[in-house]
């Protein structure tokens, strides 16, 4: 059986670009708004995988089926419906910060917030930093 090639990759598109693109100001500024903490937590500067997701860093996961896969530390997507956040959520003591964070929703690997109004940005600041440590 071949190997299913994965969608969501590194790719050279313009992260400016993506942002400026945004149509929503509130959206552009809070995408703006998270490049910024969380480039400031990996040290990393933001690159876009596939066409609207914007990550920091790389990581070779490996399944418990041996199966690799490159992945950024961190990263976000201003999604139509909200602002999506990729692997910030299952650092250690996230559990606690969730609790201060404020209004959210939350998938398995994902955090999704409205905009940044909703929440605390110095709890949001907090689970992106200890999601980059997490990571590297």
């Given at each position: 059986?071949?190997?299913a090639?994965?969608?969501?990759?590194?790719?050279?598109?313009?992260?400016?670009?993506?942002?400026?693109?945004?149509?929503?100001?509130?959206?552009?500024?809070?995408?703006?708004?998270?490049?910024?903490?969380?480039?400031?937590?990996?040290?990393?500067?933001?690159?876009?995988?596939?066409?609207?997701?914007?990550?920091f860093?790389?990581?070779?996961?490996?399944?418990?089926?041996?199966?690799e896969?490159?992945?950024?530390?961190?990263?976000?997507?201003?999604?139509?419906?909200?602002?999506t956040?990729?692997?910030?959520?299952?650092?250690?003591?996230?559990?606690?910060?969730?609790?201060?964070?404020?209004?959210?929703?939350?998938?398995?690997g994902?955090?999704?917030?409205n905009?940044?109004?909703?929440?605390?940005?110095?709890?949001?600041?907090?689970?992106?930093?200890?999601g980059?440590?997490?990571?590297a």
């Amino acid at each position: 059986m071949a190997k299913a090639e994965l969608k969501t990759k590194k790719t050279e598109l313009s992260v400016d670009d993506f942002l400026n693109a945004i149509k929503d100001d509130t959206v552009r500024a809070d995408s703006i708004a998270i490049v910024k903490m969380m480039q400031k937590a990996t040290g990393d500067k933001p690159k876009m995988w596939g066409s609207a997701i914007i990550g920091f860093g790389n990581v070779l996961i490996t399944y418990p089926n041996g199966r690799e896969l490159d992945w950024m530390k961190i990263g976000f997507s201003p999604r139509k419906a909200n602002l999506t956040l990729y692997g910030i959520k299952n650092a250690a003591g996230q559990d606690a910060l969730l609790k201060k964070l404020g209004k959210y929703k939350e998938g398995k690997g994902c955090l999704y917030i409205n905009k940044l109004t909703d929440v605390d940005t110095a709890v949001l600041k907090k689970m992106i930093e200890q999601g980059a440590k997490a990571k590297a």
